[in-house]
């Protein structure tokens, strides 16, 4: 098992920045890929970012050039890096992580929103 806990979200204007950070303990040996994905209201749960343990990084269109993420994998922690925010990035951002087995793991959600 793999257990997953975010922090840093909050609230900030648009134009401005917010780091979420993201720390595995348990079964993290077993980890391969990690990610952030986000929920607004009323809308299904999107993939933001994901990194690799070799640190190859994937990112949504909506996300690409405002968004880093980043893993230390010797703290088990990935982060995501926001800047030039926009209201429409406003949701509860999860972090995940997949095993080798493909197994799916889920953080509770920290809520990002960004005021007009």
């Known amino acids: 098992q793999v257990q997953l806990v975010e922090s840093g979200g909050g609230l900030v204007q648009a134009g401005g920045s917010l780091r979420l950070s993201c720390a595995a303990s348990?079964?993290?040996?077993?980890?391969?890929?990690m990610g952030w994905y986000r929920q607004a209201p009323g809308k299904q749960r999107e993939l933001v970012a994901t990194?690799?343990?070799?640190?190859?990084?994937s990112y949504a269109g909506s996300v690409k050039g405002r968004f880093t993420i980043s893993r230390d994998n010797a703290k088990n922690s990935v982060y995501l890096q926001m800047n030039s925010l926009k209201p429409e990035d406003t949701a509860v951002y999860y972090c995940n992580a997949i095993s080798r087995w493909l197994a799916y793991y889920w953080g509770q959600g920290t809520q990002v929103t960004v005021s007009s």
């Open positions: 348990g079964s993290v040996d077993n980890i391969n890929t």
């Open positions: 990194i690799t343990r070799g640190g190859t990084t």
